[in-house]
């Protein structure tokens, strides 16, 4: 089946720093999506992405979908303490139903 | 509105309990999901509905049982489940044409414990 690498695992980071995280793929996938979930709550879609090359933005979020189709990234610029909280990646193929990263932790130091 | 709401939020019961978990969605979606997420891990899918129908079952357990009463609603009834069926229980949905059929929203879970 697909399979989703994403990483890394965890980051410790200050205050107004800027992050960046990334899932690779085994196979291509036609759609690419970013969750932040919040504990005891349920994943918040960040950023969608279509098609290949894609960059889209959120306001301090920038993801894009790799030209390969097999890899997407999602920066986050000048961190602030509510970013604090666990990422997913999750990316859609011929199946149609999404396979999820292993997730990111963030920790945003003050 | 990308509004999906799950009750209860939380949900005690004991292994001889029969309680339910409630979905609603007033997006136009008709495509809806049921995930099961133990901490720190990912989504895992239990259950996709499509048109009210029932189209993909991952393997679970007959203790879970979906239903879906309408095109905004989705309920799981649970019996006899087991301690390690503990965990958050995420409703989800989609569109089922168009571009973006495979992004989901989340509802806010149910945070199950069974004791």
């Known amino acids: 089946g697909q399979q989703l690498n994403q990483s890394p695992q965890s980051m410790f980071i200050q205050e107004g720093e800027d992050v960046s995280m990334n899932c690779t793929s085994s196979?291509?996938?036609?759609?690419w999506l970013w969750y932040k979930q919040d504990p005891g709550e349920g994943p918040v879609l960040l950023i969608a992405?279509?098609?290949?090359?894609e960059l889209t933005s959120n306001g301090r979020l920038t993801a894009q979908f790799g030209i390969t189709r097999k890899d997407s990234f999602l920066n986050i610029s000048a961190s602030i303490p509510s970013d604090v909280g666990i990422y997913f990646c999750?990316?859609?193929?011929?199946?149609?139903?999404?396979?999820f990263g292993s997730g990111t932790q963030l920790t945003v130091l003050p | 509105d990308t509004e999906v709401t799950q009750t209860p939020k939380h949900l005690v019961m004991g292994m001889t309990n029969k309680k339910s978990l409630k979905c609603e969605q007033h997006m136009g979606h008709r495509a809806m999901y049921w995930y099961k997420q133990k901490a720190k891990k990912p989504p895992e899918l239990m259950f996709v509905y499509s048109y009210e129908k029932l189209s993909i079952n991952e393997s679970v357990p007959s203790r879970f049982s979906p239903e879906c009463p309408n095109s905004s609603l989705l309920n799981l009834h649970l019996h006899a489940l087991q301690p390690e069926d503990s965990a958050l229980y995420l409703c989800?949905?989609?569109?089922?044409?168009?571009?973006?059929?495979?992004?989901?929203?989340f509802g806010p879970g149910t945070r199950l414990t069974v004791l």
């Open positions: 196979s291509i996938f036609n759609t």
């Open positions: 999750a990316g859609s193929g011929s199946a149609r139903q999404l396979t």
């Open positions: 989800a949905s989609s569109q089922v044409a168009g571009r973006g059929t495979d992004t989901q929203y």
């Open positions: 992405l279509y098609k290949a090359g």
